[in-house]
Structure formats: C-alpha cells, structure tokens
C-alpha cells in the first residue's frame, strides 16, 4: 500500500501523480481519526479547486497547519486538565477532614479530582469545601470570558482569512503562470519591494 492510496476516491483522480505521496501521507497520530483529517482537506480542495502540483502543495500544507493548529489546542486543554488535576490532589490532600476519609487521605483526594471533571455536584461541593479554606476554584473553574476564544490560532475566523489568502494566492499564481508561463513574472510581483 502507498501513500497514494490513503487520499479518499472523491479527490484522489483530481490530485496529481507527482505529489500524490506527499499529500498522501497523513500528519494524523495513531489517536486520531484520518477521516476528520480527509474532511478537513476536502473542505479546503474543493472552494479552491487546484490545478497543478504547486496548488496541491499549498492545499497541503494549510490541511496540515490547521490539523495540527487543532491538535495543539487540545492537547493545551488537556496539560491544563492534567495539571491542574495534580494541584487540587495536592490541594484537597491536605485539607480533607479526618472523619470524611473513606480509603485514605492519598486515594481519596484522587478520587475527588477525578470526579471533578466528571460529576458537576462533587464539583460544586469541592468548590464550597475550597473556598471554606480561603481558597478558591480559580479562573479554571469558570469558562474563559469570549475574547479569549477568539485570538486562538485554531479559530475559524484564523482559518477563514487563511483560506482567503490561499485563495488569492492560487489565483495570482494562475494570472502569473497563464499571463507570461513561467513564475518569474509571480515572484517578481510577490517579492516585497525595498526601501532606500
């Protein structure tokens, strides 16, 4: 099996033989769905319709960026998780009550972290039980206020403008590739102009 095989029949005819490996190969973890990722390249391929290897290239390569733009806010989120899970067992280790201890003060603060994330009344009650102690749940208990959301790099309106610029790229390569046949003429146009 090649990597050719891997690119999904709807576009496999249409992308071409010299970067069919390429665009083959996949940027997805064996804990991620190659699926999502054909769904994310085809959303991208078919508005901007390619015509020939260096336009596959850049299909290519914006696929790949906002996959992995992607998988690295959700791995951020969950370090975030995990970390702070580590704190609150630290947290919660010292100030359970003696007569509350079930197992011992170790697995039972485990136990409490864990159903945290899962059970929203032992949260809330984690929540009273912190803030008895002077302490509270901190801004990672609360959902981040809406502005925070909008400067990921993983938003849509980050990928929308990419997808915008990529678009205005390939058509400008086609102008310069139709208007002269060569890229001479594209590269001296993109080239950003000196100040003396």
């Known amino acids: 099996m090649t990597a050719r095989d891997n690119i999904p029949p709807a576009i496999a005819s ?28 085809q959303n991208l391929a078919v508005p901007l319709e390619p015509e020939d290897v260096h336009e596959w290239m850049l299909v290519k390569t914006i696929a790949d960026c906002d996959w992995q733009a992607v998988r690295y806010e959700r791995i951020k989120s969950r370090i975030i998780d995990l970390r702070f899970k580590e704190a609150l067992i630290n947290i919660l280790r010292s100030i359970l009550e003696e007569d509350t201890i079930k197992h011992s003060r170790e697995q039972d603060a485990r136990e409490l972290a864990e159903d945290w994330f899962t059970d929203p009344k032992t949260k809330r009650a984690i929540l009273r039980h912190l803030f008895d102690y002077g302490l509270s749940g901190g801004p990672l208990s609360r959902k981040p206020p809406a502005s925070a959301c909008r400067t990921s790099p993983a938003s849509s309106a980050w990928r929308r403008a990419l997808n915008v610029a990529a678009a205005s790229l390939i058509a400008s390569w086609r102008c310069g590739v139709k208007a002269n046949g060569s890229v001479v003429w594209l590269k001296a146009t993109l080239r950003p102009k000196r100040f003396h």
Do not use: N
């Open 14 to 41: 249409r992308v071409p033989l010299e970067v069919s490996d390429v665009i083959g190969t996949l940027p997805v973890l064996e804990s991620e769905e190659p699926s999502l990722y054909w769904q994310m390249f």
